[in-house]
Structure formats: structure tokens, C-alpha cells
């Protein structure tokens, strides 16, 4: 059975001298990260390897030398190295040199508790992309889980610089940028006042929420329905998500974090380019003189629609009587609602002026603003809806009421079900009489349900388009796009092996690289919650609902999945 020897690229012209690392029995592999310079003291060498497995947890060791031969080979040197064994007894024990005049490498295993020659295969692996990176889809008892766990657990031990003085002269992965750490601990450093400015304020607004005036009925159920207040509070979420003084514990539970506070700052930017935008030109002005015209035009079109429904529409004949009475009574709501938009036109452009400002809280937010506009400039067609799906459903009803009482059936209230019944001459008198004229009234209620129907699902879909850009904006984890974009290795979805050289008598070279996560599995790992619109039964039941004339409310669900 081969014995596998993962060994740093960082490593491969390092000085003479030992092998630090760990043995992973169970999988009959050897981590190597670093190696030790002469000259140094065995005592402070063993002092050193337990404070540092005191802080990682995970036993370090010295599990062999490293020799990089340059010129003629020393025997002195050799025969010191060789020394060395006896003076750290650890099981097995490797000898590892490089010969300047050949480009393979030796590799001799000792202190086996097998008898008999082992295969050695190394890998060579970056240790700065290892440390850095989270595994994805492997097994936490896997050979490459143990050794990307090895190298991360293992960070402090990187942070001993080679040309740091002192008893011990270490060789490994180095960061270059000092520069770029001062940055990131002074911004650590802020970041704790302002996470105390922003907690102290979620608290005062979310006190504020919870008064009693504003959490009774019925403004508790105006802010449950309407869009902008939903999106508000789950921002406010979010924010108490990242002002929160805990430490984030974990990938994931950091990722989070990141993907929030990236959302928060990429849809306020989003936010105050819009309100630039608006501001800019009196385009606000603009629009709130085009709304009149356009409301006039809407209810012009309604009116010239009811007329025609009011007539034969398509040549269908309608009951005259039912058809006058409901167009009148349509035709009523429509100068009720035209009368609204004239007392309010004074103040439309003060109303959008600090709607306006509402864009820098996010465009989510503006973009939630926007589709209350709409379910209010709309809301007359959601009552003919309402209306014309009620006395629809109210026929459908007793339709099929009084198809059971034909059939010498009825529907049994206690026992849920449909049961037989024997009727008497009266009574299947009346309901002949009844569903008959049901019947044929039913024609007109259902082109009057019909044609609103398809008025309200228009504007259903239009706020469904923006309640999806909506979600987009909340939910997509745009801190590990960026990751997967521009540093792939953070997001590990396997390694790939590339063999390099192969001789007989030298030990199989390989190299190590990362298989980066796909985008798809980053969207599905790292989403953030949204609140989400959707219907909670399947499409056939909708459809069947929409059938029988029952009244479906679009109202948003909280989406209540938790990373």
C-alpha cells in the first residue's frame, strides 16, 4: 500500500534540515508544513512543537529531514541528519532529498510498523491556497478533508516569519502583505463603534415598532401587507445580523455575515445612484405631472371596456338586466376613483419628492415603495376583481349544490363528504327553479369575472417582476460570487491531481490542484433568506381555484429557511 507525502511547493528550495508536520495514521499520509533550519537546539524544538499544539489542538511534530543537496554531497552532513532520528523518535521517519544534477527527488520511509519496501507517492500542494480554502462536498473522515483541515488548523504556525530572530528559523508559506493586514486591523478597530452606533439605533426603531398603538389592528395588518414595511424589517434583519458583537463561529455562520453586509452596501449604492437619477432634471416633477394623464387614460379605458360589456361583447347575447346592473355599478367605482386621483393631484409631487428619498435606504426598498404605488393606483381593479369573483364563486356554489340535490345527493357539514338524501316534489321544484336561473345568468357573471381576472393577474405579474428583482437583491450572496470570481480557491469543491514525473526506483510525483466550487452550488449554499411571493398550493390548484372563482391573495410569505 503506497504511502502518501503532501509536501508545500513553498518548501521545494528550503535549507537542510527537519520536517515539520503531521502523520495521519488512518489514511497512511504524511502532511509536511514546514521546514526547520540548522542551527537549532533539539530541547527548543520539542518546546516549540507543544506550544504550538497547544494552540491548534492537533499534534505537530518532526517527522523526518529534508536534505537539498546542491554540489557534491556531504557526508558530514548526511551522516548528522541521519543522527537525527534517534533524538526524535517518531514512527515512521523520512528521509527526503533533492539532488541539484537530477530534477527527481528521493524519498526513504523508516521505523515502519510493516515489514518490507513501501511506494511513496508525493503531492505537492499550495499552502497558501490549502489554509485559505473551505472544502465542499467531501466526507469529514476523507484523506484530502484531513489535510485541508491540517493545514487551516495550523495557521499560527505561519505566522512566524523566516526572517524572524530568534532560536528557530522556520521555512513555510509568508504573506507579503503587511500593509494590507495594518488595513484590515484598523478597520476591525472601527468597525466596533460603528456596529455599536447601528445596534443602539435597530434597537430604538425596533422599539419604536413594538408600541401599542402601532402593533395593534389595524395597522398591524397595513404593515403586514404592504411591500416597503416588509422589506424595512428585513433589512433591519440584516443589520442587526451584522451589528451583533458576537464572533461569527464557523464558515458558514462568517459567510453570512459577509454576503449580508455586501448585499446591504451593493443595494444602497443601487439606492442613492436611483435617487440621483430622480433628483437630477426635476425628473420627479416630471413624473408626478405625467401620472394624471396617465390614471385618465386607465380610467377612460376602463370605461370604454365596460361599455363594451355593457353591449354584446363578441356577439354573445347577456342577460340585459344583470349586465345593466353590474356596469353601472362598475362604471360608479370608476368616478369614485377618478374623484380620488383630482383631490390628491396638489400633493402627488410633495408624496414622490420624499418617496425619492426613500432610494437611499436601497433600491430594494424603492423598488418595494414602487409596487405599493402600484397595488394603490391599482386598487380599484383589485376590487372589481373581488367583486366579480365573489358573485362568481357565489354561482359556482350553487350550481353545484343544486347538481348533488338532482342526483339525490347532499354535502354532509359534520362528516365532510357527500351522502345520499331522498327529496320530496317542492323541493326538487325549487331547485329546478333555482338552478335554472343560475344557469343562465352564469354566463354574464363569468364574462365580468373573466375579463377582471386577467386585469388583476396583469398587475399581479408586474409586481411580481419587481418582488423577484426584489429578492434578488436580498437573497444573492454577492460576497461569494466575488470570492468564486476572483480568488476560486476559497471555495473548494475537490482537488485534482496532475501527475508531473515518474521514474523507476523515485517516488511518484503529483501535484495537487483545487477544484473550484460552480456558481450554481455557490447560489444554493450561500443564499441569503428573502421574503418571497408565491402562492402556497401548486399551479393545479390554482388553476382550480381560479375555476371555481375563489379569491387568491398574493400577499408574501416569510421565507423561513435558515443557513
Not at 97 to 114: Q, Y
Not at 174 to 203: D, M, N, R, T, Y
Not at 209 to 222: A, I, K, T, V
Amino acid at each position: 500500500m503506497a504511502v502518501k507525502i503532501f509536501f508545500p511547493t513553498c518548501c521545494s528550495a528550503a535549507e537542510n534540515g527537519l520536517l515539520i508536520g503531521r502523520w495521519i495514521a488512518e489514511h497512511r499520509s504524511a502532511v509536511v508544513l514546514a521546514t526547520m533550519h540548522f542551527p537549532f537546539i533539539p530541547a527548543s524544538v520539542k518546546r516549540y512543537l507543544s506550544q504550538m499544539e497547544h494552540v491548534t489542538g492537533l499534534s505537530l511534530s518532526v517527522i523526518g529531514t529534508w536534505s537539498h543537496i546542491k554540489a557534491e554531497k556531504d557526508e558530514k552532513m548526511e551522516n548528522f541528519l541521519g543522527e537525527l532520528s534517534s533524538i526524535f523518535s517518531h514512527q515512521p521517519w523520512l528521509r527526503m532529498s533533492r539532488e541539484a544534477s537530477s530534477k527527481f527527488w528521493d524519498c526513504r520511509i523508516e521505523r515502519m510498523d510493516e515489514d518490507g519496501p513501501e511506494d511513496v507517492v508525493l503531492v505537492y500542494y499550495d499552502q497558501r491556497k490549502l489554509m485559505l480554502s473551505e472544502l465542499h462536498s467531501a466526507s469529514e473522515h476523507s484523506e484530502i478533508a484531513a489535510v485541508f483541515d491540517t493545514v487551516a488548523k495550523h495557521q499560527p504556525l505561519f505566522a512566524k516569519d523566516k526572517y524572524d530572530e530568534g532560536p528557530l528559523s522556520l521555512t513555510h508559506w509568508q504573506s507579503e502583505g503587511v500593509e494590507g493586514s495594518i488595513i484590515v486591523e484598523l478597520s476591525k478597530q472601527a468597525s466596533v463603534p460603528l456596529c455599536a452606533v447601528i445596534s443602539f439605533f435597530v434597537s430604538l426603531i425596533t422599539s419604536i415598532c413594538h408600541l401599542r398603538f402601532l402593533s395593534g389592528m389595524p395597522l398591524s395588518f397595513l404593515w403586514n401587507k404592504m411591500s416597503s414595511c416588509e422589506q424595512l424589517g428585513h433589512r433591519l434583519e440584516h443589520l442587526r445580523l451584522i451589528s451583533s458583537s458576537e464572533k461569527a463561529q464557523g464558515h458558514h455562520t462568517f459567510m453570512r455575515k459577509a454576503n449580508t453586509v455586501m448585499s446591504l452596501l451593493i443595494d444602497m449604492a443601487l439606492g442613492i445612484a436611483l435617487m440621483y437619477w430622480l433628483y437630477q432634471g426635476n425628473r420627479i416633477g416630471q413624473l408626478a405631472d405625467a401620472l394624471i394623464p396617465v390614471a385618465d387614460r386607465v380610467a377612460l379605458e376602463l370605461q370604454e371596456l365596460l361599455q363594451w360589456l355593457m353591449g354584446a361583447p363578441a356577439g354573445l347575447k347577456m342577460n340585459r338586466a344583470l349586465d345593466e346592473v353590474l356596469g353601472r355599478f362598475f362604471m360608479y367605482h370608476i368616478h369614485l376613483w377618478i374623484s380620488y386621483i383630482r383631490l390628491m393631484s396638489p400633493f402627488i409631487e410633495v408624496i414622490f419628492w420624499y418617496i425619492g428619498l426613500s432610494a437611499c435606504l436601497g433600491l430594494s426598498v424603492a423598488l418595494s415603495i414602487l409596487s405599493d404605488i402600484i397595488a394603490l393606483l391599482t386598487f380599484h381593479i383589485y376590487c372589481f376583481y373581488v367583486y366579480g369573483a365573489r358573485l362568481y364563486c357565489f354561482k359556482m356554489h350553487g350550481l353545484s349544490s343544486l347538481w348533488r340535490l338532482f342526483r339525490g345527493k347532499k354535502w354532509n357539514v359534520l362528516r365532510q363528504r357527500v351522502d345520499s338524501c331522498s327529496y320530496d316534489l317542492d323541493q326538487l321544484f325549487l331547485g329546478t327553479l333555482l338552478f335554472t336561473i343560475l344557469l343562465f345568468l352564469l354566463p354574464t357573471t363569468a364574462l365580468y369575472y373573466l375579463v377582471f381576472t386577467l386585469l388583476r393577474l396583469l398587475v399581479v405579474m408586474v409586481q411580481g417582476v419587481i418582488q423577484m428583482t426584489i429578492n434578488l437583491l436580498s437573497s444573492l450572496p454577492f460576497y461569494a460570487l466575488l470570492l468564486r470570481l476572483c480568488r476560486s480557491y476559497r471555495l473548494a469543491a475537490g482537488v485534482k491531481f496532475g501527475m508531473l514525473e515518474q521514474q523507476s526506483g523515485k517516488p511518484l510525483r503529483l501535484l495537487m490542484q483545487i477544484n473550484p466550487l460552480p456558481y450554481g452550488e455557490v447560489l444554493d449554499t450561500y443564499r441569503l433568506p428573502s421574503n418571497r411571493c408565491y402562492p402556497k398550493d401548486s399551479w393545479g390548484s390554482l388553476c382550480k381555484k381560479l375555476f371555481i372563482g375563489e379569491v387568491i391573495y398574493p400577499w408574501k410569505e416569510e421565507d423561513r429557511k435558515q443557513d
